[in-house]
């Protein structure tokens, strides 16, 4: 089935592109392929007590297809105003199929590095949304988020480039679970990384502090 039928089944609208008129630091919109998003389910096993934060939500794919084929609560950040606005109608029109899923979904808008980490948080997405300079600073956030409420925390990362994976490789306790490889991917790094912090870490004789 192709993208558009496929958002037609959520009853949304996320085809399509939008680029940054000035900016470096961050990237287009444009959504997941479906068919990774198939990927990633078939590879990973999302729970009940997951709660899912994707940084640069765009128009919300990922997080309306999340909360369809899982029921779990998501949250979605957006930094470009009518895109998130976008978002916004896509959750009206998909919340008329779904009324009887009771797990919220939270659009919300402004820069992902300002987003408060809750605590129920636990599982954060990324596809190519910003520089690896942003990036920093949303780990260090949810670093910081795991030191005070202890939990287990998952990034979900599609399409990692490489200055992401040296940065949670040399400066981070994060460690790669699964490497899921996109069949007929154009390049090398088209493919999800997924990264885990285990709680247990914290029991751990050394002294973990983030900074
Ligand atoms: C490649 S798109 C990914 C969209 C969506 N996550 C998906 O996978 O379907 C990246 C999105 O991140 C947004 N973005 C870029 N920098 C951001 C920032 N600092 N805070 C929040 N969103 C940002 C862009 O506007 C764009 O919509």
């Given at each position: 089935?192709?993208?558009?039928?496929?958002?037609?089944?959520?009853?949304?609208?996320?085809?399509?592109?939008?680029?940054?008129k000035?900016?470096?630091?961050?990237?287009?919109?444009?959504?997941?392929?479906?068919?990774?998003?198939?990927?990633?389910?078939?590879?990973?096993?999302?729970?009940?007590?997951?709660?899912?934060?994707?940084?640069?939500?765009?128009?919300?794919?990922?997080?309306?297809?999340?909360?369809?084929?899982?029921?779990?609560?998501?949250?979605?950040?957006?930094?470009?105003?009518?895109t998130?606005?976008?978002?916004?109608?896509?959750?009206?029109?998909?919340?008329?199929?779904?009324?009887?899923?009771?797990?919220?979904?939270?659009?919300?808008?402004?820069?992902?590095?300002?987003?408060?980490?809750?605590?129920?948080?636990?599982?954060?997405?990324?596809?190519?949304?910003?520089?690896?300079?942003?990036?920093?600073k949303?780990?260090?956030?949810?670093?910081?988020?795991?030191?005070?409420?202890?939990?287990?925390?998952?990034?979900?990362?599609?399409?990692p480039?490489?200055?992401?994976?040296?940065?949670?490789?040399?400066?981070t306790?994060?460690?790669?679970?699964?490497?899921?490889?996109v069949?007929?991917?154009?390049?090398?790094?088209?493919?999800?990384?997924?990264?885990?912090?285990?709680?247990?870490?914290?029991?751990?004789?050394?002294?973990?502090?983030?900074?």
């Open positions: 089935m192709g993208e558009r039928k496929l958002d037609r089944t959520l009853g949304i609208r996320t085809v399509g592109i939008r680029e940054w000035n900016s470096k630091q961050y990237n287009r919109y444009e959504a997941t392929p479906y068919k990774v998003l198939e990927l990633l389910c078939e590879n990973y096993k999302f729970r009940d007590v997951d709660r899912v934060v994707d940084f640069g939500c765009g128009r919300g794919r990922v997080a309306f297809y999340l909360h369809n084929r899982f029921h779990i609560p998501v949250v979605g950040i957006e930094a470009n105003y009518k998130y606005e976008e978002a916004l109608e896509n959750k009206a029109l998909y919340r008329l199929r779904a009324e009887h899923i009771q797990a919220p979904i939270k659009l919300k808008y402004g820069l992902a590095q300002h987003y408060k980490i809750d605590k129920r948080d636990n599982c954060f997405y990324f596809f190519n949304p910003f520089s690896v300079k942003i990036f920093k949303v780990v260090y956030n949810i670093l910081r988020s795991v030191e005070k409420d202890k939990r287990t925390v998952d990034l979900i990362i599609y399409y480039l490489r200055e992401y994976k040296n940065f949670l490789k040399n400066c306790p994060f460690t790669i679970i699964n490497k899921i490889k069949p007929g991917g154009n390049d090398k790094e088209d493919k999800i990384i997924i990264y885990r912090l285990r709680e247990e870490i914290f029991n751990e004789d050394e002294c973990v502090n983030f900074g």
